[in-house]
Antibody, heavy 114, light 108 residues
Framework: QVQLQESGPGLVKPSQTLSLTCTVSGGSISSGSYYWSWIRQPAGKGLEWIGRIYTSGSTNYNPSLKSRVTISVDTSKNQFSLKLSSVTAADTAVYYC??????WGQGTLVTVSS | SYELTQPPSVSVSPGQTARITCSADALPKQYAYWYQQKPGQAPVLVIYKDSERPSGIPERFSGSSSGTTVTLTISGVQAEDEADYYCQSADSSGTHVVFGGGTKLTVL
């Protein structure tokens, strides 16, 4: 069964770039036909889809975040990554990675603060 | 922007049936998915493709679709079902994923 684990800095300064990695185990990120996604959840609020990358490499992003988001895959490390630029306090949230709908990581808290 | 509309809260007594709705224009064209989220935990998929139940999910969870509304039904609600529930789907092009605002299910 595939497992996903988010990693990255827990604290990012305003205006900097948030960078997170999702490590996939129990299966190859380059096999099959899957969407690899990032989702976030501010404390006490709902889920927000950030974007996804397909096995082929094509990407889709939330229109409200598109100008600041990049999702990429590193098949050699069996990982995919999220970069969110020009962050503000509003980007403080628990960030989840997921494969399609069924498999999610446990989430990682990222706080934007000076 | 495209939105999925859910009621903020639903309350039921143990043993009763809870129904949580999710409405949006593109739901006749795009599948809906339902997640259960308990405090401090990642969401868990409980229904996929409108009405399919993943392995390991109790039979009391079911999903249905009618026009622009999909419904998550929990029959014989148990105390452990108290959680936030989110629907998820995509816009009419299928390009952008969206979540509903979430429904807090309270078991009285």
């Amino acid at each position: 069964q595939v497992q996903l684990q988010e990693s990255g800095p827990g604290l990012v300064k305003p205006s900097q770039t948030l960078s997170l990695t999702c490590t996939v185990s129990g299966g190859s990120i380059s096999s099959g036909s899957y969407y690899w996604s990032w989702i976030r959840q501010p404390a006490g609020k709902g889920l927000e889809w950030i974007g996804r990358i397909y096995t082929s490499g094509s990407t889709n992003y939330n229109p409200s975040l598109k100008s600041r988001v990049t999702i990429s895959v590193d098949t050699s490390k069996n990982q995919f990554s999220l970069k969110l630029s020009s962050v503000t306090a509003a980007d403080t949230a628990v960030y989840y990675c997921a494969r399609d709908q069924a498999s999610w990581g446990q989430g990682t808290l990222v706080t934007v603060s000076s | 922007s495209y939105e999925l509309t859910q009621p903020p809260s639903v309350s039921v007594s143990p043993g009763q049936t809870a129904r949580i709705t999710c409405s949006a224009d593109a739901l006749p064209k795009q599948y809906a998915y339902w997640y259960q989220q308990k405090p401090g935990q990642a969401p868990v998929l409980v229904i996929y493709k409108d009405s399919e139940r993943p392995s390991g999910i109790p039979e009391r969870f079911s999903g249905s679709s009618s026009g622009t509304t999909v419904t998550l039904t929990i029959s014989g609600v148990q105390a452990e079902d108290e959680a936030d529930y989110y629907c998820q789907s995509a816009d009419s092009s299928g390009t952008h994923v969206v979540f509903g605002g979430g429904t807090k299910l309270t078991v009285l």
